[in-house]
């Protein structure tokens, strides 16, 4: 074997090791206002043991999933916490929170949880840069939901936010995943659809209060409502990241989504740091 092969070999081999170097822990919650322990996936990077502080982005998974969803469907997650240098934290949301506190049912509490309870519990668990210049969120579908929901309704605590494939509006589905259970139907209602739909949050917002990335596929059933958000933003000069490419509502292409909202991430929080 020349030396070549044998410096190549090795340099796969370290190459591999660092891709693997993240470390994914499921973690137990408590959430008071539920009275509920509630698991969360935290993803750390290689340097973790070695670094002092880090920003971190919540990661939060769609409708009928789970807090393991990212970690199981996204293999590339590993790679990018350790190229990012960034902690990753993927909540459950139940099934079908939409991550709201929820005016029908009052055992869905998760827009305080998230936004209050799991960024708290984070931050005195784990090595976290604690203010919001070092904090955001996004997620997938009613994740997308309820990132862009939670970041306008808690601009104290996120500093930037994304939506992939979100249901950034939610009155054109009344009668899907659940929602009629949390709000109680759009028909008996109405006030709290069109208060708690992310697109008619946007008085919420001053040009520059957050940093938006907004990623949507033209084959989805989100498409249109997504194109909706981003004309509203343009009209109120709300600055964003707007991205659409040819897919569907599916993992392929939450997992290439994904790449680029965490590169938006980094790129909020270097900007941070030097101002």
């Known amino acids: 074997m020349t030396a070549f092969r044998i410096l190549l070999i090795s340099s796969l081999l370290v190459f591999t090791n660092l891709a693997q170097a993240a470390k994914i822990d499921t973690v137990s919650t408590y959430s008071p206002s539920m009275k509920k322990t509630i698991k969360a996936v935290v993803m750390t990077p290689d340097s973790y043991t070695i670094g ?8 939060l998974h769609g409708y009928s999933g789970n807090y393991s969803d990212w970690a199981k469907k996204a293999p590339n997650l590993g790679q990018a916490v350790d ?8 909540p459950d949301g139940n099934f079908g929170s939409w991550y709201f506190d929820s005016p029908a049912d009052p055992s869905f509490k998760y827009e305080t949880y998230v936004a209050n ?94 940093s938006l990335i907004i990623d949507c596929g033209t084959d989805d059933f989100f498409f249109r409502v997504n194109n909706n958000l981003h004309d509203k933003l343009l009209e109120r000069n709300i600055a964003h990241d707007y991205t659409t490419r040819p ?11 994904v790449t680029y909202q965490l590169l938006f991430m980094r790129q909020f929080f270097d900007k941070q740091k030097r101002e």
Request: net charge neutral; charged share 15%; glycine share 10%.
């Open 52 to 59: 002092s502080e880090f920003p971190v982005v919540y990661l």
């Open 83 to 90: 190229a990012h240098q960034l902690i990753i934290v993927c």
């Open 117 to 210: 309870e799991l960024v708290a519990w984070v931050d005195s668990h784990y090595k976290t840069i604690k203010n919001r210049q070092a904090r955001a969120i996004t997620g997938l579908s009613m994740g997308g939901h309820g990132a862009l929901y939670l970041a306008f309704r808690h601009q104290d605590v996120f500093g930037a936010a994304g939506s992939m494939s979100g249901g950034v509006d939610i009155r054109p589905f009344p009668n899907n995943w659940d929602m009629a259970k949390r709000l109680g139907t759009y028909a008996q209602f109405p006030e709290r659809w069109e208060q708690n739909t992310v697109i008619n949050l946007l008085h919420l917002l001053t040009p520059g209060s957050l």
């Open 247 to 257: 897919g569907a509502h599916n993992w392929n292409y939450w997992t290439n989504a």
